[in-house]
């Protein structure tokens, strides 16, 4: 989720960090199921950058049934906290949940790709895979730390720049 909270920092209102959950979550069902089977390879014909392109426009449908319930919970708690200006509008609009649908999907190749020997993330055009051991494991999950953290820093400063901007206690819906 790392990378998901930089992206939310930067784009804001225009990225759904929950729909890019959902899409991490919707990716990993077949090595999920690879485990339980005790399937030898784990990342098969999901984790390519076709099937990502294909499995997108299903996250788009699904996320918001799946999310409305969470991110109703989540701005409760929030505003709880007083926090309102992390508060997210629950319209789930188009825009942020494509860009959240296919940056997740997309995203979780390219990571998966770094980390898994049994992945072919360019099949059917290629069996290779140019990006296994690019980095290190300890580093890539270091990165993805970092990322998550300097995200969550400029979401928070960013969402509390924008109500000083707008009058404080005009949550920036
Ligand atoms: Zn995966």
């Known amino acids: 989720m790392g990378p ?14 929950l729909t890019f959950g959902v899409a991490q979550i919707v990716m990993d069902i ?18 390519t950058y076709l099937a990502a392109l294909v499995i997108a426009p299903i996250v788009v449908l699904i ?15 929030l505003s709880y906290y007083h926090l309102d200006c992390l ?11 494509i860009m959240g649908a296919f940056s997740g ?8 790709s770094i980390m898994h020997a049994d992945i072919r993330p360019l099949v059917p055009w290629s069996n290779s895979n140019v990006l296994l051991d690019l980095v290190s494991i300890d580093a890539l999950n ?5 990322a998550g953290v300097v995200g969550a820093i ?3 400063f960013f969402g509390w720049y924008q109500r000083e901007r707008n ?7």
Do not use: M
């Not at 996320?63 to 708690?77: H, V």
């Not at 270091?142 to 970092?146: D, H, S």
């Open 4 to 17: 998901g909270l930089l992206i939310k920092a930067v784009a804001g209102r225009n990225f759904s960090l």
């Open 63 to 77: 996320a918001p049934i799946l999310g409305r319930p969470i991110l109703r919970r989540w701005n409760r708690e």
């Open 167 to 173: 009058g404080a206690g005009h949550p920036t819906r």
């Open 30 to 47: 077949e090595p999920l199921v690879g485990i339980i089977r005790d399937s030898e390879v784990l990342h098969g014909y999901t984790h």
């Open 154 to 156: 400029a979401w928070l």
């Open 142 to 146: 270091q990165g993805c730390l970092v």
């Open 87 to 97: 508060v997210s509008p629950e319209s789930w609009a188009h825009l942020p949940v």
């Open 105 to 112: 999907t997309l995203f979780h190749i390219v990571l998966d």
